[in-house]
């Protein structure tokens, strides 16, 4: 591509060089990887987010992240995932190569926004039924999230959800990052927080922070780091039984059992009938009681004795927005998880992440008025 097919456009302290089919910039947000801008795409016509990866190579961190994000979306395909609409590089050889610019579907705001809103019934259980069939989705390609949160999930005003990251990959990605960005440890399951093997029903932990701040109008378990985050959730859920420690390593085991211990409030006390909407006039099991059952359900410390996802899909307060296709929609292609255990050079990722986006632009040329 050469230069004369980009505009620049300065947003804020950064600088967005985009082609030229996309006008109208804005910033919409801020994360780890950096800027999202609002833009509209004069060749399909419509609204869409363009998010800037600055150097994405530049540590293992930043480089495995950008890497599986591209691989993964390029995979799924559920209408509860965000959907990559274009990729592009404003730099024109290998040498040169320092942007990746990922083209999306543009929402309207993410969930932080919404939590603080009054929500129906009918929204909260629809917004959390979204949530449990894309994590499904992702669940079908073996890929398991464990960090979802409110700010990578995001919605539009006909309250459609999607989920806009792909969560931890499986080893590494903790690794200690100099960053001045803040990671939100809010919504991390116990069994991430104490380093045990996890199953899929690691997400319906963090489904049910969601869920539970939706009801409550605060962050459940608002820790300052690990050890206050695992305090915040036994003074509210109860110190968990013998069983479930003698699971843990060691070392985490002395420290979790010599922690003061704490009997715990039942979901009647977490979620008394005073924080929810009052009851559907069209759903006779969308009430109070029926969304603490599963909140009880769901925040249960110890995963061997909290709901699947499918027992939640199928849940009373759940099941009314039931649709075949959306629950068991084809699964995207396996992915390969070779990519969350590479250990490369900066160098390696530079060239792998280039070859994507060349590779991206080959298969999409002929689509749409070209990439
Ligand atoms: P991210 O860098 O993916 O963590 O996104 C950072 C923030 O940008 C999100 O919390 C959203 O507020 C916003 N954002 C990202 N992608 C989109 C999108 N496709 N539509 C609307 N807002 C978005």
């Known amino acids: 591509m050469s230069q004369d097919e980009f505009d620049t456009h300065d947003i804020g302290d950064s600088r967005f060089t985009v082609l030229k089919r996309y006008t109208h910039l804005r910033s919409v947000g801020s994360g780890a990887q950096g800027i999202v801008c609002a833009a509209y795409d004069t060749v399909l016509k419509q609204h869409v987010a363009i998010k800037k990866l600055s150097r994405p190579f530049q540590n ?56 603080q809103m009054d929500l129906d019934h009918e929204r909260v259980s629809y917004l959390v039924y ?35 990251d792909f969560g931890l990959a499986r ?10 960005y803040v990671v939100t440890r809010y919504y991390r399951a116990p069994e991430v927080i104490l380093g045990m093997g ?52 060691a070392t985490v085991r002395n420290y979790v059992e010599n922690r003061p211990k704490f009997p715990g409030h039942s979901a009647e006390q977490l979620f008394p009938d005073v924080l929810f909407p009052t009851p ?19 925040l249960v410390i110890d995963p061997d004795k909290r709901i699947s996802v499918e027992e939640a899909i199928n849940h009373p307060y759940i099941r ?37 986006v060349v590779a991206y632009q080959k298969e999409n040329a002929n689509v749409q008025g070209g990439a």
């Open 60 to 115: 293992q961190t930043h480089a495995k992240r950008a890497y599986r994000e591209f691989v993964i979306m390029k995979l799924v395909n559920h209408k509860n995932i965000i959907q990559l609409l274009n990729v592009f590089t404003p730099q024109s050889t290998f040498e040169q190569f320092q942007d990746v610019y990922l083209v999306m579907e543009l929402m309207d705001a993410n969930l932080c926004q919404v939590i």
């Open 130 to 164: 979204q949530m449990l069939c894309g994590i499904k989705h992702l669940h079908s390609a073996g890929i398991i999230h464990r960090d979802l949160k409110p700010s990578n999930i995001v919605v539009k005003q006909d309250c459609s959800l999607k989920i806009l």
């Open 171 to 180: 080893t590494a990605g903790m690794a200690f990052m100099m960053t001045p």
């Open 198 to 249: 996890y199953e899929a029903n690691v997400d319906i932990w963090s489904i049910g922070c969601i869920f539970g701040e939706m009801v409550r109008g605060g962050v459940m378990f608002p820790g300052t780091d690990h050890i206050d985050q695992w305090t915040k959730i036994i003074e509210l859920l109860g110190t968990p039984c013998s069983d479930f420690m003698s699971r843990l390593q």
């Open 280 to 298: 559907s006039q069209d759903h006779e099991t969308l009430n109070a009681n029926m969304a603490r059952d599963l909140l009880k359900r769901m």
């Open 320 to 356: 009314v927005w039931y649709d075949e296709e959306e629950v068991n929609g084809p699964p995207p292609g396996p992915y390969d998880h070779g990519v969350d255990e590479k250990e490369i050079s900066v160098e390696t990722w530079k060239d792998l992440i280039y070859k994507e």
